[in-house]
């Protein structure tokens, strides 16, 4: 099974600055099958990036990724207030699996 | 506008079998191009993959949880669901019901139901 490790665990920013969020995989992601998934309290996951940098319907263009084999990136370039939330990353090449989440915080 | 709708008790106790059911609205779950699925989310924790079934009834299963898992399918009421047998405290979580593409490349969620809480307690 791919193990998808985030970093870092809490990422503390203001609104305007830009967000770099890591995923790495235990092994190479086929074809770059990696989503990332933005989560608000109370709320379902939202796919925002599949394919690890298309951006799904309706997401903004300040939210981005990239990377291949076992390295992958979420960046938002500026960050607005409603940014701040969880993320997830999951591999869907080899079944399915879920990174543990990126806390994105008010700094 | 495809919505999931997942239903069942919220209270479980220990040793027994978790029941739910997802209602597909809006849409057919007999769709060629995509699979419906359970994810599950323990308080305060990250999401975790459960399986997997296509209309035919074609099921795929987390390794770690294959031996307690059933998946099944009623198209005629637009429905799957999820039976997780022997359960534990550590079952308790949020489960949702979803969908992702047939095709490799598109077994991303792009459909998600709204959760509903499960408490495994006597």
């Known amino acids: 099974e791919i193990v998808l490790t985030q970093s870092p665990g809490t990422l503390s920013l203001s609104p305007g600055e830009r967000a770099t969020l890591s995923c790495r995989a235990s092994?190479?992601?086929?074809?770059?099958?990696l989503a990332w998934y933005q989560q608000k309290p109370g709320q379902a996951p939202r796919l925002l990036i599949y394919?690890?940098?298309s951006r799904a319907t309706g997401i903004p263009d300040r939210f981005s990724g990239s990377g291949s084999g076992t390295d992958f990136t979420l960046t938002i370039s500026r960050l607005e207030p409603e940014d701040f939330a969880v993320y997830y990353c999951?591999?869907?090449?080899?079944?399915?699996?879920f990174g543990q989440g990126t806390k994105l915080e008010i700094k | 506008q495809l919505q999931l709708q997942e239903s069942g008790p919220g209270l479980v106790k220990p040793s027994e079998t978790l029941s739910l059911t997802c209602t597909v609205s809006?849409?057919?779950?007999?769709?060629?191009?995509?699979?419906w699925g359970w994810i599950r989310q323990p308080p305060g924790k990250g999401l975790e993959w459960i399986g997997s079934?296509?209309?035919?009834?074609?099921?795929y299963y987390s390794p770690s949880l294959k031996s307690r898992v059933t998946i099944s399918v009623d198209t005629s009421k637009n429905q799957f669901s999820l039976k997780l047998s022997s359960v534990t405290t550590a079952d308790t979580a949020v489960y949702y019901c979803?969908?992702?593409?047939?095709?490799?490349?598109?077994?991303?969620?792009?459909?998600w139901g709204q959760g509903t809480t499960v408490t495994v307690s006597s």
């Open positions: 809006g849409g057919s779950i007999s769709s060629s191009d995509y699979y």
């Open positions: 999951q591999q869907y090449g080899s079944s399915n699996t």
């Open positions: 979803a969908r992702h593409g047939l095709a490799a490349a598109g077994r991303f969620v792009d459909v």
């Open positions: 394919g690890a940098s």
């Open positions: 092994q190479s992601v086929s074809s770059s099958y």
């Open positions: 079934i296509y209309y035919t009834g074609s099921t």
